[in-house]
């Protein structure tokens, strides 16, 4: 289901829950599909005793992944233009996620309306995990 | 990273990266349901592009056989004197759609440098940041993805203050 311009206006959210206490094996699933096995992700022997770290964590594209699932599912599919965050904080096992778009602007570019969204996902804390932006095409 | 990459689209790569984002929308591995939908066929999640990594053949985190691997089997790294803080980590990544992806595709990827700059952090000591921009063309030679990703080499594994 797409948005329509004529039922969206500045200021509008829609936030998800996008995974709660996030399990290793999800990250492991994140490793095998995306072709990403950085040590730092699934080995929680390297991680904690050669790099240094309390534990394995998630790889960053994971929790963009699963920002985009909310997004999707907000704009509806195959209508996103443009999807960019950052990498604030780290995202550890046992984490819950929550997903939030804002309206920014709704605006017109060559007769078709785009929609302009902040984006930000933030965990139990309310430490923000990753923050940016998203376009995406709207019926009229 | 190799300069040129062939990165062929597959449902069944599709419905695995899906699974593991947690997606359950099925036109992410339902044939029958994504005829019906308005982009008309499966299609893949936004971050999808960046498992372009399975394909690069010089892609460095990934294990193989008879080469040093830095994660752990005996010792907690088999690579030996290697730094504690190994630094790569992922900063920033954007990308643009130009029209959705299908399985079938075969899309070109062309990988060059963008910008390099530092930061000094007081949670990770000396950042240095490198930007990748890639781009992916289909079969026909049409624009189909523009990637930005921005790593960053710490000086020291990020503090958890």
Redesign the interface.
Known sequence: M?LSASKLKVGDTHEEV??EDLSRT?IV??A?????????HS?E??T???????SVFA????T???T??M???YV???R????????TN?VWPGDTLTAKATVEDIREEGGQKIVDLKVETVNQDGKVVVS?SASARLDP | MADTIKFPIEAS?IM??A?????T?P?YHDEEYAKK???GHI?A???FP???????PD?H???RPNQPW???GKN??SIEG?P???G??????????HR?LKPGDVLTVTTKPGKTWEKESKRAGKLVFTETIQEMRDQNGELVITS?GVGVKTE???D?G
């Open positions: 797409a996008v995974v999800q699933m994140y095998g599909a995306s072709g990403d096995y950085n040590p730092l080995d022997v390297y904690t005793q050669a790099a240094g770290y309390p790889h960053g594209m994971l963009m992944g699963m985009g699932k997004l999707t599912n509806g599919d195959g996103l233009t443009k999807f960019g965050v950052r990498f780290q940016g | 790569h695995m990266f699974r593991s984002i947690g997606d929308n036109i939908t308005e982009v299609t999640p936004p971050t960046r498992a372009v990594a399975q394909f690069d892609y985190l990934r294990w830095f994660g752990s907690p790294s290697k504690k803080s190994s790569g980590l992922h900063a920033e990544q954007h990308f643009e759609y959705p930005r020291r594994p990020v958890q």
